[in-house]
Nanobody
Framework: QVQLVESGGGVVQAGGSLRLSCAAS????????MGWYRQAPGKQRELVAA???????NYADSVKGRFTISRDNAKNTVYLQMNSLKPEDTAVYYC?????????WGQGTQVTVSS
């Protein structure tokens, strides 16, 4: 099993920045990739950014150039640096660990961007 603990959400004005953290514990050697998803009210959960165990990254078009995903292997932690935030970035952000045969999810952290 993998446990994921997220932190770093909050309320910020448009144009501001936030950094989300996701600390993983448990069977972390089985993780193929980790990512951040978000779900706004009335919308489906969507991929924001992901990073593989090899360090490859991919981003949703809507956040390219504004968000950066990174990882600290020594701390088993993945980060999402969010800059130039927009009101449409408002959502609950979830950390995900992809083991290939199973996905684990964090509890979610609220990000609210005010205009």
């Amino acid at each position: 099993q993998v446990q994921l603990v997220e932190s770093g959400g909050g309320v910020v004005q448009a144009g501001g920045s936030l950094r989300l953290s996701c600390a993983a514990s448990g069977s972390i050697f089985s993780i193929n990739a980790m990512g951040w998803y978000r779900q706004a009210p009335g919308k489906q959960r969507e991929l924001v950014a992901a990073i593989t165990s090899g360090g490859s990254t991919n981003y949703a078009d809507s956040v390219k150039g504004r968000f950066t995903i990174s990882r600290d292997n020594a701390k088993n932690t993945v980060y999402l640096q969010m800059n130039s935030l927009k009101p449409e970035d408002t959502a609950v952000y979830y950390c995900n660990a992809d083991l290939g045969y199973y996905d684990y999810w964090g509890q979610g952290t609220q990000v609210t961007v005010s205009s």
